[in-house]
């Protein structure tokens, strides 16, 4: 994946904590599927293959693992959030409750369709 400087000036601006945790899930994303592409779309990092499959996005609590199409995903954890028809989000609060086995194998399995 090539990283590119809007998604990299993106994560300069959350919190210490929030830099790590957006810094994992980048690393996650790129390590699930190699080739993903790295884009910045509305106001934020958005990943595709053939297209839009999830992004990143940072609040002043929290970081957010969203899904596009949430429906092919495997989620045995009941981690995905929301009520929208198409998408879905992780909320992670705290760094130490991430868990990048398993958000790998969901953005593995996201990158796929």
């Given at each position: 994946?090539?990283k590119?400087k809007?998604?990299t000036d993106y994560i300069?601006?959350a919190?210490?904590?929030q830099k790590?945790?957006?810094?994992t899930?980048?690393?996650?994303?790129?390590?699930?599927?190699?080739e993903?592409?790295e884009?910045?779309k509305?106001?934020r990092?958005?990943y595709a293959t053939?297209k839009?499959?999830?992004y990143l996005?940072?609040?002043k609590?929290h970081v957010?693992?969203?899904?596009f199409e949430?429906?092919?995903?495997?989620?045995?954890?009941n981690?995905?959030?929301?009520t929208?028809k198409?998408?879905?989000h992780i909320?992670?609060e705290?760094?130490?409750?991430?868990?990048?086995?398993?958000l790998?194998?969901m953005?593995?399995?996201?990158?796929?369709?």
């Open positions: 994946m090539n590119i809007e998604v300069a601006g919190s210490s904590e790590e945790m957006l810094g899930l980048r690393e996650l994303i790129a390590k699930a599927n190699p993903v592409a884009n910045f509305w106001s990092p958005v053939e839009d499959f999830c996005q940072f609040t609590k957010n693992l969203g899904f949430f429906d092919n995903i495997d989620d045995p954890n981690l995905l959030e929301g929208g198409e998408m879905r909320k992670i705290d760094g130490s409750k991430l868990n990048p086995p398993v790998y194998k953005i593995k399995q996201a990158s796929k369709f």
